[in-house]
């Protein structure tokens, strides 16, 4: 006879998709030895019309009476469990019905037929419209060991509304809690408050009748959120003196991922600060599902504390979490001043000091599960940095090679087995790569700039820290070459003077353009018009570069020069370190030009899949693992296509958000907001909660971050998109979101160059002082403030943007006039 009813201790994993949320979750908690009253599940198939077939009937008695002698109690309770209820989307709280305390065989069935219809009702049916869910709500049905609480409650390990995840809050009643649960009676208030640092103890704010198990509801809510693996919202009852769970969901609120749509959105996980300021140059555009997953799984050995993600996305854009490296210092017994110089060092960006730095509890347990998985990432740095130069030698044979496999691969299990076993390991590797080149160039530089800077000044600093394509700088400097940034603009006008052919541009460069990190995005080698445009643009505005390289190693000579007369017992050490700076750079540079090689390995990957699924560029929005899949012959999540599609062009009609988030950020509420800011959001600085009053960002003087030094005056062009490189005149001031190296070949056009993200060792940054072009990075806000026709004043070397006359018509009918202040 088939098995249509399964005790709480028989359902195996197989069987969890039928047992419904409710059963699936409370069997595998019973089998975990969590105090869950024992009980059964009626799967779905022992119905018709909402009614037990025989043979189920006959199951559910022999289940009762086992369950009844075990307990010894002489009722049950009787509840839903619908496979859309308590899932990620939907927690379906008090919407299908619950009978408690049945005693006799006849009581059991008329209760599991109300349960099964109560799956039809209007309440169910408007709420699944909210939700996004058309499903028919098939429904399995779980009895339980009836308890007679004393005390029944609810608890969500984070705050539901605000997201703060250093408290647990509650609701609890006297005796039975199905009217607590359907909101019929007003509760009871408790919160469980947990202190940060190494030693935590929990704190009780609420009614003294529960004080005895603050500790004991603390304990069942933190392990029950490790087990799941998000904040959960808990039923529990207090019967003569012990805890019984009777429910745990995910707070639905807390969720930061929705599949079914697409729509993703880490901030609503908890109380945390975010930041982009890494991450915002180089993944500037909303990304499509394919590349978010793939980016989880390269980066998911880089996570530093159990349970939480070092990095998130909001929007559909990448953030990184702030609050892990916050709170660690927190907990070793750094001041906020010292984490806030820590941040700004990691970030090279200010964060205001009137932010509240949410922070995360940590136990003495995490405490070294950080330190142990933080020395095992630097240790593996250490061994990457020293392979890079053999990495650099051998990855464009690799991706030759792959390239070619790809394009003959025929069969979808030969493409699976080559992403997990080439693919994938080898990507994970590149970014271990790209990460220990960026710390050792970063911690590098960022320490001898700020000397320069103390003893030279920003402007002679910055350029002695420049130079980095020219064969040396100081004059017993070793080492030549070209920073991988500069490639495609100098590959350029090579081109247009005929001194290299397409094929040979190509071969060297043609895996660099807009968005590179997008796997979605075409490269250039893709795309003949690209190159064209290009060409265009150039033969429309000539441009020098070699001329202003050479200018730029006539600046080095001169301020080094004023560095040996002004310090001379510092130039011995000061020219060996100066030395390491460029050899750094450009491997740091190189790097990253052969991970974005690898991408278009991935991207090509996803393209083959693409055609032998018959989907097409459709394939971009599904996760990686949705796309073995599909390739494995499962293509049920095709359907969500259509929807993650729409979620992707709303979130990309969105301006670019802040680069700093503190708290819980709707991107489509805030990019509504008549007052909203671009550089920084604090769910928790203003009344309204969507703004951030900066000083600094008033009157006509706009702050960032110290680019490249010097100072001009001139008229601004501000562009959305390389793509509108055409407009852009000689000698303008070159303001934009943020740049990647599809920009590059404007730079030199340009009189100064203006972001709302980067850093000091950004793209922009690196390139602008490069050519000795002022830069001013990370203003947060210079998109909005600033427009076409503006005439500014740009200090490089102090980080400020000055704005003097707003547009007029006159101004945009000629070319810029700048001029060196």
């Not at 429309?540 to 190693?553: C, W």
Request: one cysteine or more; hydrophobic letters at 35%; proline letters at 5%.
């Amino acid at each position: 006879m088939k098995q249509l009813v399964y005790l709480f201790k028989e359902l195996r994993t197989e069987h969890n998709q039928l047992a419904g949320g409710k059963g699936g979750v409370l069997a595998h908690l019973y089998q975990k030895g969590y105090p869950v009253p024992n009980g059964f599940i009626i799967m779905p198939t022992a119905f018709k019309k909402d009614e037990l077939i025989p043979e189920a009937w006959g199951q559910v008695q022999t289940y009762l009476k086992q369950i009844c002698q075990e307990g010894g109690e002489s009722s049950c309770a009787v509840r839903s469990s619908a496979l859309s209820e308590d899932s990620s989307m939907a927690s379906f709280a008090g919407q299908f019905d619950t009978v408690l305390d049945v005693s006799t065989d006849d009581e059991v069935r008329k209760a599991i037929r109300t349960v099964s219809k109560s799956r039809h009702s209007k309440e169910v049916q408007v709420y699944s419209e909210v939700k996004g869910i058309n499903e028919s709500h098939d429904m399995a049905v779980v009895i339980q060991q009836m308890v007679k609480a004393d005390i029944s409650g609810v608890l969500f390990t984070a705050d539901p509304v605000t997201g703060n995840r250093n408290e647990m809050a509650g609701n609890f009643i006297f005796g039975l809690g199905e009217k607590l649960v359907s909101g019929q009676v007003t509760a009871y208030t408790f919160k469980l408050g947990r202190k940060t640092g190494i030693w935590r103890r929990v704190a009780y704010d609420g009614p003294p009748e529960l004080k005895n198990f603050a500790t004991k509801l603390y304990k069942l809510g933190n392990r029950l959120e490790k087990e799941m693996g998000c904040p959960q919202d808990i039923e529990w009852s207090i019967a003569g003196g012990t805890l019984y769970l009777l429910q745990s969901r995910p707070v639905t609120t807390l969720i930061g991922h929705n599949p079914t749509t697409g729509e993703c959105n880490d901030s609503m996980t908890g109380n945390y600060l975010w930041s982009n300021v890494n991450f915002g140059e180089a993944i500037p555009q909303v990304m499509t599902p394919l590349t978010w997953s793939v980016q989880q799984q390269i980066f998911e050995s880089w996570k530093l504390l159990p349970g939480y993600q070092s990095s998130g996305n909001i929007g559909g854009r990448i953030y990184l979490n702030l609050s892990i490296y916050a709170s660690v210092l927190s907990a070793l017994g750094k001041s906020k001043q010292g984490i806030m110089r820590f941040l700004e060092g990691l970030l090279y960006t200010r964060i205001p000091e009137s932010i509240e730095i949410p922070l995360i509890p940590l136990s003495k347990r995490t405490m070294v599960s950080f330190i142990f998985n933080f020395v095992g990432i630097i240790i593996t740095q250490m061994g990457v940095v020293r392979e890079l130069p053999r990495f650099l030698s051998t990855n464009p044979a690799w991706c030759e090679r792959m390239q070619k496999q790809l394009h003959e691969t025929n069969k979808k299990a030969e493409l699976t087995f080559l992403w997990h076993n080439e693919i994938f390991t080898h990507l994970k590797d590149t970014v271990w790569s790209v990460m220990g080149s960026t710390t050792q160039f970063s911690d590098y530089t960022i320490k001898l700039r700020r000397e320069l800077i103390e003893l030279l000044g920003p402007e002679d600093a910055d350029t002695l820290i420049s130079g980095l394509s020219s064969s040396s700088n100081v004059r017993d400097a070793s080492g030549s070459g070209l920073i991988a940034s500069l490639g495609p603009v100098l590959g350029i006008a090579k081109l247009a003077r005929r001194e290299i052919d397409r094929t040979e541009y190509i071969d060297q460069y043609g895996h660099r353009g807009p968005n590179e990190f997008e796997l979605s995005v075409p490269r250039p080698a893709e795309d003949p018009g690209w190159l064209n445009q290009q060409l265009a643009q150039f033969e429309k505005s000539p441009i020098d570069i070699e001329a202003l390289l050479i200018k730029r190693r006539a600046e080095f000579t001169t301020a080094w020069n004023r560095f040996e007369t002004s310090h001379p017992r510092k130039v011995r050490s000061m020219k060996r370190r100066i030395n390491k700076v460029a050899p750094k750079a450009r491997m740091r540079e190189a790097v990253r030009s052969e991970y974005v090689r690898d991408r278009w390995v991935a991207r090509n990957f996803a393209l083959r899949a693409g055609q032998l699924t018959g989907l097409g560029d459709d394939v971009f929005f599904l996760t990686i693992e949705e796309v073995l899949n599909v390739l494995s012959g499962d293509e049920t999540v095709v359907k969500f296509i259509p929807a993650r599609k729409d979620i992707h062009r709303r979130y990309s009609s969105l301006p670019a958000y802040p680069s700093i988030i503190c708290g819980r950020f709707d991107p489509f509420l805030w990019a509504v907001d008549p007052k909203r800011c671009n550089d920084i959001y604090d769910a928790y600085g203003s009344a309204s909660g969507s703004t951030y009053d900066s000083s600094e960002s008033k009157g006509n003087v706009i702050t960032g971050s110290a680019g490249s030094a010097g100072r001009i005056e001139g008229v601004i062009r501000r562009l959305h998109s390389p793509e509108e490189g055409d407009q852009f005149q000689k000698g303008e001031i070159l303001v934009t979101s943020q740049t990647d190296i599809a920009w590059t070949p404007l730079f030199p056009r340009a009189g100064a160059i203006v972001t709302d993200v980067g850093a000091p060792l950004s793209h922009a940054a690196i390139v602008a002082r490069e050519l000795g072009i002022p830069a001013v990075v990370g203003c947060g806000n210079a998109t909005m403030r600033l427009q076409t026709g503006d005439r500014v004043l740009v200090d490089g070397g102090q980080g400020v943007v000055i704005k003097l006359t707003t547009s007029g018509p006159s101004v945009l009918n000629k070319d810029s006039d700048c001029r060196c202040v």
